[in-house]
């Protein structure tokens, strides 16, 4: 069995949930090796990554689960992982703001994957008046920023947007 599992859970926020998932792992000795928790329109949703006990039972893991009433699981064997996080270096932080419309995020992705620029994570909020992405990106050695700003630039007009580079001077925890 993989030593390592991606859990994910999502439902209706409510005070109480990362508590109760926690203490089922901790119960089954499992321990939780990286994970981000958010609320996304009033839906709590959270991704574990868990180093699995010697002895480990896939069917009491989702049995225990099950009786948190609300929320919805996905479980996942991780065939590898990096030991621990790696340094983000050429870090780069992508602020795009504009007025909302379907393709903002995928043009920016695109163009960014066109790049070999990693996407390590995305903040998106819209509102009437305004949309909000923050993208965090690892740029490779060779890219010039200059060069990427210049063009980031010239799809942001594209896109009736404005954007922003600026490197990342915070790491995550």
Not at 14 to 34: F, H, M, R, S, W
Not at 51 to 79: C, I, R, V
Request: hydrophobic share 40%.
């Amino acid at each position: 069995m993989s030593k390592y599992v991606s859990l994910t859970a999502i439902g209706k926020d409510k005070p109480g949930i990362v508590g109760a998932i926690t203490k089922v792992l901790y119960e089954l000795n499992c321990n939780i090796e990286d994970s981000t928790m958010t609320i996304l329109y009033g839906q709590f949703a959270m991704i574990l990554i868990i180093k699995l006990p010697a002895k480990f039972s896939q069917k009491t893991l989702s049995s225990k689960l099950a009786k948190l009433s609300g929320l919805s699981f996905s479980y996942s064997k991780l065939s590898s992982v990096t030991d621990k996080k790696t340094k983000k270096q050429n870090a780069f932080v992508i602020s795009v703001y504009g007025a909302d419309k379907p393709g903002i995020v995928y043009k920016v992705s695109e163009f960014l994957a066109g790049k070999k620029i990693n996407i390590t994570d995305v903040q998106t909020m819209a509102s009437k008046k305004t949309y909000i992405m923050l993208i965090e990106a690892q740029f490779p050695n060779a890219l010039s920023e200059l060069k990427v700003s210049k063009e980031l630039s010239a799809l942001a007009a594209s896109l009736g947007v404005t954007v922003s580079l600026n490197k990342a001077e915070l790491s995550r925890i």
